[in-house]
């Protein structure tokens, strides 16, 4: 009932969002006590039945041989079926052999020193969960030296995927990993999570398609890094969303746009949550028009907008 009216109500989801962020430090307290509780559950049984499922429902979702695929996930939206992180890994590996996998691996950010964030693409941990870190250690993965909502991924565009990243100066620009994926009409799938939790592309990316397009004012925040990348370290300064924009997010109301526009499918079985977006290109298209009509994926008041 609350998902239907937060898709209808982009003011009810923003006051929402402000609440959670007054509430910021007793959200990681929870957050925390339910990490501790989950280091303590006896590992699942395989669910020998929902995992064919599983497979069947990733087999038939449309995804073709020389696709790229960005994935995004959440083990424990995937516990029912009862394997370890690196075993699902390995299913989707098994699954999905002639295809580019992209996985999200936002890195970890330690407090910055001398002015500086630090991020080593070989060594730096993702928060983005289990199933990119694992994804991370194996062989053939490459990791985008771009050190702000970084790509990962494994297959024959990978490494022309990762080549230019280090020219961006936005994460979602045209040097940018996401741009390769976009460009080459990449499908989205996720996994255990959905597409209102987890659509970076949607929700981020098309200010840094749109440029001076964008209407809303100071958009963007600089922020600098000391990089460890194959050729040395290198210092660079990038361009990313100010943080103060987030609480203004519409991700329900864009996700029912999606879905109504048949961009969006939910191939969920059982209690095991699947979406894909079938052309990520096309997704990008429908919501830089809606942006360019007045119609953002953020209810931002009118006061913020370009004079």
């Known amino acids: 009932m609350l998902n239907k ?3 209808r109500s982009g003011t009810l989801e923003v006051f929402l969002r402000k609440t959670v962020t007054a509430f910021a430090p007793l ?16 590992p699942q049984t395989e669910n020998i039945d929902q995992i064919k499922k599983f497979k069947e429902s990733l087999s038939g979702c449309g995804i073709k041989s020389g696709d790229i695929v960005i994935v995004h996930s959440s083990f424990d939206g995937l516990k029912n079926l009862g394997l370890s992180a690196e075993k699902i890994i390995d299913l989707i590996f098994e699954v999905f052999p002639d295809s580019t ?10 407090g910055k020193k001398k002015g500086l964030y630090k991020y080593d693409p070989k060594n730096t941990i993702c928060w983005t969960g289990v199933l990119p870190n694992i994804f991370l ?9 771009f050190p702000y909502n970084s790509l990962s991924a494994a297959g024959k565009e990978a490494e022309a995927m990762m080549k230019d990243n280090l020219k961006s100066l936005r994460p979602h620009d045209m040097y940018s990993a996401w741009e390769f994926c976009r460009q080459r009409h990449a499908k989205i799938l996720f996994l255990g999570t959905s597409s209102r939790e987890a659509n970076t592309m949607a929700i981020h990316m098309v200010p840094d398609i749109m440029g001076e397009k964008w209407p809303v004012e100071h958009w963007y925040t600089q922020r600098k890094y000391f990089i460890k990348t194959d050729k040395g370290c290198i210092e660079k300064t990038i361009e990313i969303q100010d ?27 059982n209690n095991t949550m699947i979406e894909i977006i079938d052309d990520s290109f096309k997704m990008m298209d429908f919501l830089t028009e809606r942006c360019g009509n007045g119609d953002l994926m ?10």
């Open 298 to 307: 953020y209810k931002i008041p009118k006061k913020f907008y370009k004079k």
């Open 27 to 42: 959200k990681k307290r929870i957050k925390r006590i339910l990490k501790n509780k989950a280091k303590t559950e006896s």
């Open 101 to 110: 996998l992209a996985f999200a691996a936002y890195p970890i950010e330690s």
């Open 243 to 269: 943080g103060f924009w987030y609480r203004y997010v519409n991700e329900y109301k864009t996700d029912k746009a999606l879905k109504d526009s048949g961009l969006l499918r939910d191939i969920s079985i």
């Open 5 to 7: 009216i937060l898709e």
């Open 137 to 145: 250690k194996k062989e053939g993965v490459i990791r985008s030296e």
